[in-house]
Every structure is written in C-alpha cells, then in structure tokens.
C-alpha cells in the first residue's frame, strides 16, 4: 500500500496498525513483527520501528525483552483505569466548554447527533464508531488547554479499542451511547454542569463494567476449556 506525506510516514503505520488492533483484526498477545510489517507496506524497519513506540505511548502494544511488539492485554484493570482518567478528562473539557460555547458553536454537535441517529437506525456499527469519536475530537478544543488535548488524542486509540469492544458485545448498548450523547448536548446548551458531569460519570462507569465483565468471562471461558483439555 502507499501512504501520503500529509502525516509523518511513522504515524500513518501507527494508525494502521491501530485500526486493527481497536477492530479485533490482532488480539492480545500477538507478536508485531518489524520486518514483516515492513514488507507488507513497503516501508522501512526503521520507520515501523518509530510507529510501535508510538503505538506503546498510546496504550495498544507492549514492547517486551526478547519479544518485541505485542498486542497489550486488557485487563480488567487497564479498562477501569482507562474509563476512569476519560471520565475526569471528558468532564474538564465539557465544563470549560460550556463556559465558553457560543450557541453557533453547538450546531456542528447536533449535526453530529444527527448523524449517529441515523447510523443507530440504521445499525451501522461503524459509522456509528467513527461519528462518536468524530464528536469527542470536536469538543477537545473547548477545553482551552494544550495539554488536556495532547493526552486526550493519545488515549483515543486505547480508547476506541474498548469502545469498539462495547459496541458489539449488546445490540442495546448504541442506544446507551446515542443517548449519552444526546444528553450531553442537551446540558452543554442548558449550562448545567452538574448534570454533564453526571451523565459522563454514569455512562464511563456502566460501560466500562460492560467491557469488564466481558473479559472477564472469557478468561474464565479459557480456564474452563484449559483445564477440560488437561483432564
């Protein structure tokens, strides 16, 4: 394949490698390999190199002694966690922004909405996937704080894997996400940040127990089957 020169040739392979990751195409624990990345998109092993540095600042890889590159695990604890700083990040920048938004400002959020309406209808998982994140990247820049943004932008893809994950384990949870978002628009044009608070603390604490327990089950599903095999 070929990349174009509008991102750094190592963030274009860190994106794509991402996007397999986040849809399921590489599990945890799979083993990236340099030279047969290179080979693939006809690239250098240097330049692949970089993009797995990246892929580990963002929490999709661990780079191990003797291994190399592999999937990161997601535990329990790395979801919680997860879940957890977005809540307190996503809070930060919906109560600067609604310090700040202008009544203009929110027509592009309900155009977005607009959008994932459609797409939950429609049952367009990935259109629903990527107009979500589209609405998150829209609100960062509310937050007025450079920092925030950068941290927020490199826990995206982390982000986006349990997202992803959530979207197709219960055919109900677009519903909860659609409504979520819906709300969240809702208390932005009313000001009230209580609310907006509320409703972030609420939805990140039910989907990330959704995306827990389901890990959790399919640890114990492999324990069961491992210990059947052994018997």
């Not at 083993?31 to 047969?36: F, G």
């Not at 704080?145 to 982000?159: C, G, K, R, S, T």
């Not at 819906?182 to 609310?195: M, P, Q, W, Y």
């Amino acid at each position: 394949m070929s990349f174009k020169a509008k991102e750094s040739l190592s963030e274009q392979i860190a994106q794509h490698l991402a996007k397999q990751i986040i849809h399921g195409d590489m599990l945890a624990g799979d083993r990236i390999q340099e030279l047969r990345v290179a080979g693939e998109l006809d690239v250098s092993r240097g330049s692949v190199r970089e993009a797995l540095l990246i892929l580990q600042r963002r929490q999709l890889i661990d780079i191990l002694p003797r291994r190399g590159a592999v999937v990161k695990e997601m535990s329990e604890a790395h979801v919680r966690s997860l879940y957890e700083v977005m809540q307190v990040l996503l809070g930060l920048v919906i109560r600067k922004a609604i310090k700040v938004v202008r009544e203009e400002d929110l027509d592009a959020f309900i155009e977005l909405v607009h959008g994932l309406q459609v797409a939950a209808e429609e049952r367009d998982l990935d259109a629903f996937f990527v107009l979500s994140f589209q609405f998150l990247e829209h609100a960062y820049p509310f937050a007025r704080n450079v920092f925030v943004e950068d941290i927020l932008i490199n826990m995206q893809p982390a982000m986006q894997r349990a997202y992803f994950m959530a979207l197709h384990l219960e055919a109900d949870e677009v519903k909860e996400c659609l409504s979520f978002f819906k709300a969240l628009v809702e208390t932005i044009f009313r000001r009230d940040v209580r609310s907006a608070l509320e409703i972030i603390r609420e939805f990140a604490e039910h989907q990330s127990e959704l995306v827990e327990e389901s890990i959790t089950r399919a640890r114990q599903i492999e324990t069961a089957w491992g210990s059947r095999r052994r018997k």
